[in-house]
């Protein structure tokens, strides 16, 4: 196959004066939008790679028509251009790059520092003081082993403002699963302090230090005739155990490792990554990069773990030995890149053997599991999509859909929901919320007046105008966001997008909706089981939990709030101290003054004012 640059780029006279050294280069569009960056041992030699005669690649084929202008940055090593070509990519975020979009967080068990410690769950900046475990793929990993922890170790979980105002013992203290040491007398300091040692040295790896502990405190027990202090260390003890046997990891593992299984068909990848951190697994979690059409397997898992490793991003951090189940070229130069962000030595490796072997088997098999079912879903979503189109008997495909409801309760704190679906289904990153004002309560149509002025009010990018705009709600409904669309037409860019209504039937179950068309106003009754009507039962229902959701977050907000804000004095930050120290507004109302005074930041004369404010002195 032949190319030939575009005439705006002399790819011949660049050539001639490109270095021969590594370094990292920038390809630009007409328009002054980076579409590619790479990085090249040999500059040189890979750029003209690009503008050969022959050139096998479609993608590389189709991104070269489209440059306009190649800038490099030398570099001294290829450590150096590939930690460059990452900070770039996550800059520019090229079209033709493989991309990793994960801005999730990555949860910690952190064992706090405080006279008596508590075990639970930080996410964000490592800034209270404590010991750190982690990190776990999600919350739910994490919160299911807080849940095992406090089957075993009986040290407290609850918030600092919780402990703090305790004057008798919770339910935990009764199902022994806390020593209560919120209220004075139930365990001593030195029993507390060793359940945490115990838990700390559980949560490092060190489950048969732990056990052999605990073995000698139980004998310790018998021994001195004290029976049922030592029948609770057996309790303790085969706990332990049985959790020890769920998650440790047989064999010599290192303590801290990562497996990345691979999939990849039909242009969709999927990265599963096994994390295993002192010894335990702590769970995994799959990944799927946008990946540009016609790339490569290599080029897309060494995207994938420069982008995972070195972003920083969500508390994550390198781990010591990096498993692949596939083997690719530059595996040392990315241990090297690796080792010198980490500030330690990271070995990348994909020729393993026996324990490492059958984890990097496990990863693969989870890496294609997840992969068959989001195929799955897309092939379902394109059928559905196809029925729609079909339907709507539409020129062009569906890119963009977009559907609007409003959620209030008896006219409080409206607030209007706009959720996108795509063609690969649900695209949440776009979802917005919007908090409804300066309307008459329960006048759902000025609601639905305000959110589509302030969602088409100003000058719209092509590609965010919906194809098809859904509307939850009836005739007068719809005749209202055509009157409101009429008026923005301006904004969209000569794009007019379809406005279908969606009326609940009398009986308001599912399958019984009827479609009201924009303009002609015909209405359409699909048979219930046609996939079509499933797609539009999927985004109404998606808009509607994600406005009733933004509308209790607020409502009870306004609730937990309204009555501090109108005591003088009482600002956000005092407001927030209170509910925080104090654990939550009831709890503020039932505090004495004294009880006031101690929060921080509150004087003992504003504690009498609030005081007098909540019970109408």
């Not at 559980?202 to 502990?213: D, E, T, Y």
Request: some cysteine.
């Amino acid at each position: 196959m032949t190319t030939s640059p575009p005439s705006s780029f002399d790819s011949k006279a660049f050539l001639k004066v490109v270095s021969h050294q590594s370094g990292v280069y920038r390809m630009y569009d007409s328009g002054g939008t980076v579409i590619y960056v790479g990085k090249a041992k040999d500059l040189k030699k890979r750029l003209a790679s690009y503008f050969r005669t022959k050139v096998d690649s479609i993608k590389t084929r189709t991104l070269v028509r489209q440059i306009s202008d190649i800038q490099v940055t030398v570099t001294h090593t290829e450590t150096e251009a590939l930690i460059l070509e990452h900070n770039l990519i996550k800059q520019y975020q090229p079209r033709y790059n493989v991309l990793l979009r994960d801005d999730k967080s990555y949860p910690w068990i952190v064992i706090t520092g405080h006279r008596h410690p508590r075990i639970g769950l930080h996410r964000g900046a490592r800034k209270l003081k404590g010991d750190y475990f982690g990190p776990y793929p999600s919350g739910g990993a994490v919160r299911e082993s807080l849940h095992l922890m406090q089957k075993i170790f009986p040290v407290r979980q609850c918030e600092d403002a919780v402990y703090a105002n305790r004057s008798r013992p919770c339910l935990l203290y009764q199902l022994k699963r806390c020593a209560g040491p919120c209220v004075a007398g139930l365990v001593s300091e030195e029993e507390y302090a060793q359940q945490v040692e115990l838990a700390r040295l559980f949560l490092a790896g060190k489950n048969q230090q732990v056990i052999g502990s605990l073995v000698g405190k139980m004998e310790s027990a018998s021994g001195d005739l004290r029976f049922e202090e030592a029948a609770r260390y057996r309790d303790q003890i085969q706990a332990l155990r049985r959790v020890t046997e769920q998650q440790s990891v047989s064999g010599n593992v290192l303590d801290e490792l990562d497996v990345v299984g691979v999939a990849f068909e039909q242009g969709t990848a999927c990265i599963h990554v096994l994390f295993i951190r002192q010894g335990k697994v702590l769970g995994s979690r799959s990944y799927f990069p946008k990946v540009p059409a016609d790339t490569d397997l290599d080029e897309v898992v060494q995207s994938f773990l420069l982008q995972f490793y070195l972003s920083g991003q969500g508390g994550r951090q390198i781990p010591s030995e990096v498993l692949l189940d596939v083997a690719l070229e530059d595996e040392a130069l990315i241990a090297d890149t690796l080792s010198q962000t980490a500030g330690y030595k990271v070995r990348v490796q994909s020729r393993t053997r026996a324990e490492r072997a059958r984890f990097i088997k496990l990863a693969a098999i989870n890496a294609q599991s997840a992969l068959r079912s989001r195929l799955a879903h897309q092939s379902t979503m394109a059928a559905r999509l196809a029925q729609l189109e079909e339907l709507l008997e539409l020129d062009a495909p569906i890119n963009r859909m977009e559907c609007f409801d409003i959620s209030h309760t008896m006219g409080e704190r409206t607030v209007a929901s706009c959720v996108v679906f795509n063609r690969d289904g649900p695209f949440s990153a776009e979802y917005r919320r919007f908090n409804i004002e300066g309307i008459t309560g329960g006048d759902d149509y000025a609601a639905m007046e305000q959110v589509l002025e302030r969602r088409f009010g100003k000058q719209q990018e092509p590609d965010k105008v919906p194809d098809v705009l859904f509307i939850d709600g009836g005739l007068g409904q719809l005749r209202r966001a055509e009157e409101i669309l009429a008026r923005q037409l301006d904004f969209l860019g000569g794009k007019h997008p379809l406005l279908i209504g969606i009326a609940k039937g009398v009986t308001r179950k599912a399958g019984l909706e009827t479609l009201i068309m924009g303009e002609s106003h015909e209405e359409l009754h699909l048979p219930a089981d046609m996939p079509a009507l499933h797609l539009i039962q999927h985004i109404r229902d998606e808009s509607h939990r994600f406005a009733i959701t933004g509308h209790r977050a607020r409502r009870a907000k306004a609730r937990t709030t309204s009555t501090l804000e109108d005591i003088p004095g009482v600002g956000p930050k005092r407001r927030q101290a209170l509910l925080k120290y104090l654990g939550g507004l009831q709890e503020v109302k039932k505090a004495s003054v004294d009880d006031l005074a101690r929060v921080p930041g509150i004087s003992t004369e504003l504690a009498q004012a609030i005081h007098e404010a909540l019970h109408g002195h």
